[in-house]
């Protein structure tokens, strides 16, 4: 049995006490079913979910830079195909760094930041509001005073508070 750790993978559907799936049934069979999966997955969505998982649920390091390779390519994929997909693009990108920190993996760490920046420049013309998501997702990462250029986020910090419209204490919290 596996307890249940992440919102990310929440069941789908529950009523009562039937979840569907119901993560707490899987065992350690089903960790290993879902990290072949994501390794033989040529499908960026199915690899970052089943390599997202195996990562959450049992650290294994080679799942967990398969997630975040395929998070980053799944982000780019988002962007290209649709505006509506904005939000997921974030949340690749958010979560790509997460787990790159968290395996202390400095070139995975330094690639998502880069991506990081790509969509500040992107959205500092295309939607601007999603650019404090991406300001704070930087800002949770641990590595970001080595990799980032600071002078070149204040441009997107201002952005921030001036499209946002940011109270005093938010606006100071972009700064943090």
Known sequence: MIPHKLPRFRPMAECGDWRNPNIDELDDASIAYYKER???SQNPL??????????????????????VDAYLRLADIYYRDTYECDS???????????ISTKL?????????????????????????????????????SKHS???????????????????????VEQAVDLYD
């Open 38 to 40: 994501g390794g033989q």
């Open 46 to 67: 199915l690899q970052s979910r089943y390599c997202d998982f195996v990562w959450e649920y049992s650290r294994d390091h080679e799942s967990g830079r398969l997630a």
């Open 88 to 98: 997921l693009v974030i949340d690749c990108l958010a979560r790509a760094l997460q």
């Open 104 to 140: 202390s993996d400095k070139g995975r760490v330094a690639e998502c930041m880069e991506h990081h920046l790509k969509y500040l420049d992107i959205y500092s013309e295309r939607n601007r509001s999603l650019i404090e998501r991406l300001l704070r997702s930087l800002a949770h």
């Open 145 to 167: 005073k080595q990799y980032l250029d600071f002078d070149r986020l204040n441009d997107y910090i201002e952005i921030g508070i001036t499209e946002c419209q940011y109270s």
